[in-house]
């Protein structure tokens, strides 16, 4: 697995653009923690207010500021899961991560307070690797708060067992288990995923059938034992329940394509692999990312919450 790096350390003088250099690394972190941008970002906008609500001579004391940002940036991550925890069950259907385009087709930022999104900062911008594919996602979703931020922080971000569990409020060798028993889940769960190439042409045929209604061609396409997972978050129409099935899923799926004239499938990385992005008059209303395993679709993830689709749509009304 590629990893982002671990963050540099720096001396006892606080330097402003060291400080604000850090926000790239925060919101890879942050992201891998909580699986949405948006709440990455307002974790990032908590662990900054913290440093500067501090004297410059509390500021002067900490040894790393980098450490100091990170350490604070996790705890934040730790607490906010505990209470995602308890949203997401109350969530209206299925609770997908927040799907990322890849830095070439991120068009424009979130935008802030409701308003017209501004320009996307590259500082901004999540590092795709295997660490932040969505079945990657969707596995470090199954996990408690401890063993997610534990898992990330070392295997993800290298980062030893002693500096890891004073973040998490664990011993070193809790974390260590932790970390075990969230690498095994992992391992578990995701298989033998397809090289990016292959993924890349089975989606490619996905679309041509799917564009063509062809369900034959569709079912063959998808695992016999394949699943769907859509995520409108009750503010627009979706699948509640996951399909089960590649033929129950070609099927809803030229159903629904026919429901909906004028709907263009386009190829778009998502979450740096190979998926597809639905738009209807020019408007994103889906981006799905899949799972590919013996040539074929194992797994659908579509998200159709706008709520979570603001990287995709910020600049498609400007």
Known sequence: ?????????????????????????????????????AEAEDAVQETYA???????????????????????????????????????????????????????????????????????????????DESVTMAFLVVLESMTPAERVAFVLHDVFRFPFPEVAGIVGRTPAACRQLAYSARRRVRDAQGQAAPTAEQAAV????????????????VGLLDPDATMVADGGGLVGAVLRP????????RYLVHMAGRTPGLTLLERTVNGRPGLVAQHTGATVTVAAFGVTGGRVSRIWAVRNPEKLRPWTAGESA
């Open 50 to 128: 913290r440093w500067y609500a501090m004297s410059r001579r509390q500021q002067e004391a900490v040894e790393s500021p980098g450490a100091w940002l990170t350490t604070v940036a996790s705890r934040v991550c730790l607490d906010l899961l505990g209470s995602a925890r308890v949203r997401r069950e109350r969530y209206i259907g299925s609770w997908i991560p927040e799907p990322l385009p890849d830095r070439s087709e991120w068009t424009a930022g979130p935008a802030v307070g409701g308003g017209r999104a501004e320009a996307a900062d590259p500082a901004d911008r999540v590092t795709l």
């Open 243 to 250: 399909v089960e099935g590649g033929e129950r899923i070609a």
């Open 203 to 218: 989606v490619r045929h996905f679309k041509e059938a799917w564009e063509a209604g062809d369900i034959k061609a569709l």
């Open 1 to 37: 697995m590629s990893t982002p790096s671990k963050p540099e350390r720096y001396g006892s003088e606080p330097d402003l653009g060291a400080v604000v250099g850090e926000r790239r690394h925060l919101i890879n972190l942050a992201y891998r923690l909580l699986g949405s941008l």
